[in-house]
């Protein structure tokens, strides 16, 4: 047999037939495994194995022979997570697509070719082998070109071998296929031997030097690996391909910390699962419509700003370090990585970080989708779960419209610009500080748009700089908030909230008829949130625009309600609306304990349940269904034992009323009335005691009747019926204007197991959103209904 090129450079030749004759003869003769290809080179050893027949195949060694035909590849990407490396298949489309650049890819010195994969959110740089992320920063994973696999007996999966040592195999192959002679023993230089025994039976050998000194039995460590050629031949789960029509982009803002659930995954991995729970709902309950070429799918895409609070630039976490005692350091350190993140919000230095990273992140995906989808001409929607839900609303809160934006770039400024710089100083006992602000080019104008560290650095000290900002605060924006006022409510029903500040000067809070404050006197007289430019409590920082209107906001987990009562915030004037979104959902598990509602605060004089939200297979939970039955039947058993007391304890009351007295008519006759009386009186009583124990079995015995044909034949269409009652029951019901007069508070169904102990799961509830199919076809229902596309009943 001519000798082949291994793997490193090295080379691979074939044994003689009479030592491949002898092994099959006496297949306990073997060389011990041990370790992977990609081990340093190791001395062949042949050893006696008793156990290593075990893991032959009994095949059929007389097998037909077949011409050779060349393996069809497959590319595999390497994902690492933490000591585990594990290889993943790319979709049949784009394996296709990687195959093609690499056979047109000719010349040595031609120019790498970049192929977009998984819905383009990777590029596979196909002569470095590498996979690169495009919308969020990650390492780049190594790609492999696979034909050749193998599994050892612990191994769950097959691995694929690197493409030279694949490229010697098929070598190989080729040629005992071609001359029809099998039986041969391939030795490598690393130590592996492969022995082709037949085109079905291939098993890989490793030398014990490589084995583990410790091992008490090392008859369990040399047992063969299992070689096979092909991807057709591996049990192996290829994904489906992604449609290439993108309807909606949805970006996902996280809560506190660096990881995302129970499994401390970050925000990428759990987008990842929540785009691929979509996608196989879009094909369950849309399938008619993609089939149409209606429905393609939706982008959902991570907005990370936690690695942008605890980076290199802030230096927060190493402040907080040299402050944090050594007990307990475990605790402490999840503490600083993730509930801090708290109060770094509500500092105006970190909150103004936090703020500028997540807008700056939107803007920045934004730009990217439609730069590598410039077809796409679809919406945007944003999503936050726990914390990251209360930085879209505050975001949200302090977006500008096109009215208010207009009148920005060609209103007049203020009544500030009357007055000159010099005045305003002069007026604040200031105007020796006129120079310094004089020598940076400063006017009034561009004094609003200063904060307290530009001053600082300008060398003004913390007095003057106070007296400066807030007078222009109180001055600059109000006016400018009246004059948004002005345009804005037009109609009697729309009246912005006035207040006052200290100087006697009333302004309407940005945006106008924002909410309605109704707060009692602060105890804590030195925070102020009317100097605020919000008025709810927020911390004064600079909020940025977005370049885009999200059309619906979805809240997960939300604390947003617990935040407006703690900042004072008593109720919610139903007009309002956010200025540059028109929907929001709040969206929450009925255990999880950072969840709060919004309804309350709005609608305040009916006490509503939130709106239950359907289970993904068109019906609700089995256990749900049976509490609500058994509730009714308590129900029904109730009312039937105190109908029985009442009608009993009716008929012994009228008794003596029924009693004539002696009268002229003698005694025979009374009797004999007294005695009808009683018999109709006991008949009747009786025929209601029959009617109503005969229709309380009936309702027992349609129970189970009713269950089967409620979960087996009829779930769907009860549960719109009953949702569609249900919201026939609060139509009437007027909901504020923030979710454009709908509902708002939507309830997951909890889980059977769930409702055995709320407190256990309670942490679970809070990190459950990024996996619920319940969820997820929530925000389906919603973009696809915008869109004219109906959902579809699911297959039973």
Known sequence: MSVSEGEE????????????QDLLDNPTKTVATGSTPEDQASPVVDEASPSSASSFEMLDMESAHAPYQEVQPH?????????????????????????????????????????????????????ERKRYAVYWEQAPSEVRRCTWFYKGDKDTRFMPYPEDFSKDLEEAYRKSVTSDEWKKKLDFPTGETVILHNPKLIMQYQPIGLQDDWVSSPSEHTRPRTVKRGVDNISVEIPDGEPEKVDHVVFMVHGIGPACDLRFRSIIQCVNDFRSVSLSLLASHYKRAQQEGQVGRVEFLPVNWH????????GVDEDIQRITLPSI????????????????????TYCQTIVDTVASEFNRLHVLFKQRHPEFSGTVSVVGHSLGSLILFDLLTNQRDESQARQGISGEPCHLNCNTLEQTLNRLGLQQYLDVLQNENLDLESLALCRDSDLKDLGIPLGPRKKILNYVRRKWLPEDCRMGAVCQAQGPQLQP????????????????????????????SAVDYEYFDVGIGQVSIDYPQLEFHPQTFFAFGSP??????????????????????KSFYNIYHPYDPVAYRIEPMIVSEVDLEPMLI?????????????????????MDLKNNVLGSLRTAWQSFARLPVAALPPGEGGETTTEKTLEETQASAAVTASTKREDKGANFWTKILAWSSAIHRHYFRGGFDEAESSESVEEREH??????????????????????????????????????????????????????????????QPQQ
């Open 560 to 581: 947003i309600g617990m935040f407006l009562t703690v900042r004072g915030l008593k109720r919610i004037d139903p007009n309002y609306t956010f200025p540059t979104c």
């Open 614 to 634: 359907p289970h993904h297979k068109g019906r609700k939970r089995m256990h749900l269904e049976l509490k609500d039955s058994l509730t009714r039947m308590s």
């Open 329 to 348: 350091s475990r605790l402490r350190h999840f503490t600083n990585d993730t509930l801090l993140d708290l109060f770094f919000y509500n500092s105006p």
């Open 9 to 20: 450079g090295g080379l691979f030749r074939a044994a003689p037939s009479d030592n491949s």
């Open 497 to 524: 909230e006035v207040t006052s500040t200290q100087d006697g000067n009333e302004c309407s809070r940005l945006p106008p008829q924002q909410f309605h404050l109704h707060r009692p006197q602060s105890v804590t």
């Open 75 to 127: 590319w595999f990407f390497c994902r690492r997570a933490d000591d585990n490396t594990s290889w993943l298949p790319f979709s049949r489309e784009d394996s296709d697509k990687l195959e093609n650049a690499f056979t047109n890819i000719s010349d040595e010195g031609e120019e790498d070719t970049v192929v977009a994969v998984e819905g383009q959110r990777y590029d596979v740089h196909v002569k």
């Open 731 to 792: 139509r009437e019901i007027k909901m504020g204007m923030l979710n454009g007069g709908r509902r708002i508070d939507y309830v997951l169904q909890e889980k059977p197991i769930e409702s055995f102990n709320e407190y256990l799961f309670a942490i679970q509830s809070h990190l459950c959103y990024w996996e619920s199919e319940d969820t997820a076809l929530l925000l389906l229902k919603e973009i696809y209904d915008n869109l004219g596309v109906a959902i579809e």
């Open 307 to 314: 690695s942008a609070l605890h980076g290199d630039a802030t």
